[in-house]
């Protein structure tokens, strides 16, 4: 996600509140790079790391500007997020991306990101401090209409794909999977309608587990799927992710991690990318998606990408 146009970043504070609804997490002991393109005050890519120990920030921040795409490389804001004053952390990475021609226009250290947590300027002459203040109204409401919600650290992103905790339901959705697979061919189950189902459902069964991947199999149904209906068909990935066994599970995730790419959800995308090829290490479709979500591309770019199929 990036701000609204209409939203107005005024203090550092504010900008340290927006960090966990990027994020879509609450991060701890982090670097995080706040970056923008040229001739803009909208915010660009958001990186974070974990924070580097002293004397190796140099070398992190280095590996973080890699990552960062060349339009978003003209003016980035540092915020170090640490239980203890990291004051380094700030200045040696505004080494890095100045000797590489970022200017860095702010640089705050916060001991959390949570409504309440201290912050502190560290830019040269600069005293203000405070606590975070509530995400702008504006930011909280994108997030409730698009079904998306902050969790309390990144650990938290990857417990969302854990599979079912039932060896029993597992191993007999994947006998069910592997004999949908090897049966005569039939028409493959709309997407649509799968989906329509879930959502009204709320429940995978085994029927509609085998009807939806089934229906992943129509790529192009599937993209078009995405870029309409984003948020609905992220709702349904997540659920399949945890109630699909492997390696039925990786087009699933795979997906997912578009998904999460089209709300600039940088962190689930590479949980989701992480868990299809994990499920699959040889398809094909999880390493492509893989290669993606690596570039860490923005919402705008995926949509593009999609829109070629």
Known sequence: MTTPPSIQITAPGDLVAVV????????????????????????????????????????????????????????????????????DACRDASLVLTAAGVRVTGAIYATGTRPGDQWRCLEPG??????????????AAHL????????????AIEQTLTPLDDAATLARRSRL???????????????????????????????????LVAALGQQRAVLKHLREHTSTMRVVLEALV????APWSAAPAAYLALAALLHGDGAHAAAAAERATIADPVARLPQLIAEVVASTPSPDTVRGLLSEF
């Open 177 to 211: 999977l592997t004999e949908a697979a090897t049966a005569s061919a039939e028409p493959r189950p709309s997407l649509a309608a799968a989906v329509d189902d879930y959502l009204t459902r709320h429940q995978l069964d085994d029927d509609l587990v085998v009807a």
């Open 242 to 245: 945890r109630e699909t066994p």
């Open 20 to 87: 966990p609804c990027v994020l879509k997490f609450h991060p701890s002991q982090s670097l995080v790079l706040v970056s923008f393109a040229a001739h803009s005050s909208r915010i660009g890519p958001v990186l974070r790391a974990d924070l580097p120990a002293v004397g190796d920030v140099e070398a992190g921040a280095a590996q973080m500007l890699d990552m960062l795409p060349a339009q978003y490389r003209d003016h980035a804001v540092l915020l170090a997020i640490s239980t203890e004053s990291r004051e």
């Open 126 to 139: 600069c005293s203000d401090a405070g606590t975070v203040p509530q995400p702008h109204t504006e930011i």
């Open 144 to 155: 409730a209409w698009t079904g998306q919600v902050t969790l309390p650290n990144r650990e």
